[in-house]
């Protein structure tokens, strides 16, 4: 695990904001693509018209966040390699050598997804602004396949299972706001029905969630030693924690408190309202134990690669050699 100093601390907050804005902004569209068209008979057309638009601005304000993080990270990357910490953040060969590496397509990806996200927002209504979003999201999840743990082998595996982890992860966090938000001013019918919607869709999008994770986890550590004796199994085991924590808050608003709020008990808004906000700061818990896992902790199986290549690359002495080495040492 690498030492961790006041360098390292800021590199892994850049990282988390870039994590969350990057799932705030691809979830805030693919919420408006799945239920910001519907109509809500019960509901003031304003209303839900004041609820997805603010959504969409969430997300776009989420976007132009996370391009300033990875551009922020993209120097933090170049004064790491230089070893001058901050002061190389602007080190004009450094920033090259980073730029046109794996890291720089992955930035590129990401910017690049970001900015059809935020087009997409401004128009989520129409066919176009829909496709845009749709692009986007997916070239913000692909691009963190691009660096990081994700090229490991089976490189081709893990990016698939990493894209389908991170696109479900958005879809979840995404919802939060809008969720809040119709909670609050939609009619209790159309509230309830909204998410009741959204919980028949999450049983789905955590299955593929958890597995797509579990598959992806599972091909770094490969051994119960691996999850309880390394530093990267450790972390996981705290985001395992946090994770069941996060599907207990997420049954309770699915078999209790939504069905408190379609019967018209009094008080469920106000506990939905907190419950969602609890979930929200499950997962900002979350990105920052990940932040933490991809700055520090190596994962098993990059290490036993690392033994395996040092013990290929190790020539046999011949017994004499190694005789007279041993000799010369013992005699300092």
Same mark, same amino acid.
């Given at each position: ?5 006041? +360098? ?10 870039? %994590? ?8 805030? #569209? ?9 109509? %809500?008979?019960?509901?003031? &057309? ?18 132009v966040a996370t391009i300033v993080a990875t551009l922020l990270g993209l120097g933090m990357r170049a004064g790491r390699l230089s070893g001058? #910490? ?9 920033? *090259?050598?980073?730029w046109e590496g794996a890291v720089g397509t992955a930035v590129a990806s990401r910017i690049a997804g970001l900015a059809a996200i935020v087009v997409g927002l401004a128009a989520f209504r129409h066919w176009p602004g829909a496709v ?6 997916? $070239?913000?999840?692909?691009? %963190?396949? +691009? ?5 490991? $082998? &089976?490189?081709?595996?893990? $990016? +698939? ?7 479900? $992860? ?6 939060? !706001? ?16 909204? @998410? ?30 691996? @999850? @309880? *004796?390394?530093? %990267?199994? *450790? ?7 946090? /994770? ?13 408190? /939504? &069905? ?36 520090? !902790?190596? =994962? =098993? ?8 290549? *040092?013990?290929? !690359? ?19």
């Amino acid at each position: 695990m690498s030492e961790i100093g006041a +360098f390292t601390i800021l590199a892994i907050a850049v990282r988390a904001l870039g %994590y969350a804005g990057s799932l705030l902004a691809a979830g805030s #569209g693919l919420f408006l693509l799945a239920w910001g068209t519907r109509t %809500y008979h019960g509901t003031e &057309p304003s209303a839900v018209d004041r609820v997805m638009r603010r959504t969409a601005l969430l997300g776009a304000v989420a976007a132009v966040a996370t391009i300033v993080a990875t551009l922020l990270g993209l120097g933090m990357r170049a004064g790491r390699l230089s070893g001058m #910490g901050l002061s190389g953040m602007t080190d004009g060969v450094m920033l *090259q050598i980073v730029w046109e590496g794996a890291v720089g397509t992955a930035v590129a990806s990401r910017i690049a997804g970001l900015a059809a996200i935020v087009v997409g927002l401004a128009a989520f209504r129409h066919w176009p602004g829909a496709v845009l979003i749709g692009i986007g999201a997916l $070239a913000t999840a692909v691009s %963190y396949t +691009f660096v990081g743990h994700a090229t490991e $082998a &089976p490189r081709l595996l893990l $990016a +698939f299972v990493l894209t389908l982890h991170l696109l479900m $992860a958005s879809l979840w966090f995404g919802s939060f !706001a809008p969720l809040i938000g119709a909670t609050r001013n939609f009619a209790r019918a159309d509230a309830a029905a909204l @998410l009741e919607a959204f919980g028949r869709s999450a049983v789905w999008g955590v299955a593929v969630l958890v597995g797509a994770g579990g598959i992806f986890a599972a091909a770094l550590i490969r051994s119960p030693a691996g @999850l @309880l *004796q390394s530093a %990267y199994g *450790q972390i996981i085991l705290v985001k395992l924690g946090v /994770v069941a924590m996060l599907l207990g808050l997420a049954a309770l608003n699915k078999f209790r408190l /939504v &069905p408190a709020l379609a019967s018209g008990r009094e008080g469920a808004r106000t506990e939905i309202v907190r419950s969602v906000r609890m979930e929200a700061a499950a997962i900002t818990i979350i990105l920052i134990v990940t932040a933490t896992l991809t700055s520090v !902790a190596t =994962p =098993p199986v990059r290490m036993d690669a690392a033994d395996s290549s *040092q013990e290929t !690359a190790r020539p046999p002495e011949e017994p004499a050699r190694s005789s007279a080495l041993l000799r010369r040492d013992s005699s300092r």
